[in-house]
């Protein structure tokens, strides 16, 4: 038996013996919680267990597809939320100057970010802390999370169950909007982060649903609101069909993993534009559900569809 063996052998006996016992485990194994680190970057660690991770953070939000869409890729967009137990006006954006977790601006209204540096396992209790600390801070402040927020209330548990009502800009310029700006220094940075902002379109057919245009390049990325291997089966099914084009000259060329969603990825022909994939993208819907419904077991072609579908998959978080 091997060196490598033996230690599995010896601290899977250990385990069973009493499995709260990490004593047996070494640095380099395998941590017994399950998490797939490392003891010594887990459980062994000084800092003791990491944070719960959750990988659907915001299921049950009624806007779960647009939020996962803002925190991932809308680089301006904001959508206004509706809080069950305050009359603050809160405000959900994508990105706040400074990448700031929250903003208190000097009416009271509270800006709330998604795309942040925060990374404690659960995103939506993140948020649920950081909307917690903006309530009881004073206007002009910015407010963040230096460490874990520990138990308490998730996003869900705050705001009420509302469709997102997203609007998409063209720039940044909406920070500054109620600012003056005497010598130009804030529209000099604005003006580098507009650059870096991809155009970008939210169809109002469906939910979670962006045009955007890279470079010469434009792209359609639709963040589903259903289980990943669903979304795979249903999408095998269309391929050996051909029925997951849109338009004519498009190619499904993958999707990202993100927050437990899935985002199919249409490479469009350039000129397509948002306003022509309305129709068709309300037709995928029908399409999809039905493919979901499915219950027959994939053929040999579905399969290795879906395997192909799966191998072009990128996992964002």
């Not at 299921?59 to 991932?72: I, S």
């Not at 959900?92 to 100057?97: H, I, K, Q």
């Not at 940044?172 to 600012?179: G, H, I, S, T």
């Not at 169809?203 to 390049?217: E, I, K, P």
Request: net charge negative; charged share 25%; glycine share 8%.
């Amino acid at each position: 038996m091997g060196k490598k063996s033996r230690q599995r052998t010896r601290t899977s006996t250990a385990l069973a013996a009493d499995p709260s016992d990490h004593t047996a485990v070494g640095p380099r194994q395998p941590c017994p919680c399950g998490s797939g680190r490392r003891y010594k970057a887990c459980h062994g660690s000084d800092a003791g267990a990491p944070p719960v991770f959750v990988a659907r953070p915001f299921e049950g939000l009624a806007g779960e597809a647009d939020v996962v869409a803002l925190r991932e890729f809308v680089p301006a967009a904001t959508a206004p939320l509706r809080l069950k137990e305050d009359d603050r006006a809160v405000l959900l954006g994508s990105l706040l100057p400074a990448a700031a977790p929250a903003l208190v601006r000097d009416d009271g209204t509270i800006w709330l970010g998604l795309q942040v540096q925060h990374a404690y396992g659960d995103p939506s209790r993140d948020l649920a802390a950081v909307l917690l600390k903006a309530l009881d801070a004073e206007p002009g402040s910015m407010v963040g999370l230096t460490e874990a927020p520990g138990e308490g209330p998730r996003l869900q548990d705050l705001v009420t169950d509302d469709a997102l009502e997203v609007t998409v800009h063209d720039g940044f310029d909406y920070w500054v909007a109620d600012l003056e700006d005497p010598d130009g220094s804030m529209a000099a940075a604005l003006q580098q982060a507009n650059d870096a902002a991809a155009p970008t379109q939210r169809l109002t057919s469906v939910d979670g649903a962006y045009w955007t245009s890279v470079g010469n390049r434009e792209y359609l990325r639709w963040v589903l609101p259903h289980d990943e291997d669903r979304v795979l089966d249903a999408f095998a099914r269309l391929h050996v069909t051909h029925a997951e084009s849109l338009v004519d000259g498009d190619r499904l060329i993958g999707m990202f993993r993100a927050h437990g969603l899935v985002a199919p990825v249409w490479d469009l022909p350039l000129g397509t534009g948002a306003e022509a994939l309305e129709e068709p993208v309300s037709k995928m819907v029908d399409a999809l559900a039905e493919a979901m419904m499915t219950t027959a077991p994939l053929t040999s072609e579905q399969r290795a569809a879906r395997a192909g579908l799966a191998s072009r998959q990128l996992t964002i978080r």
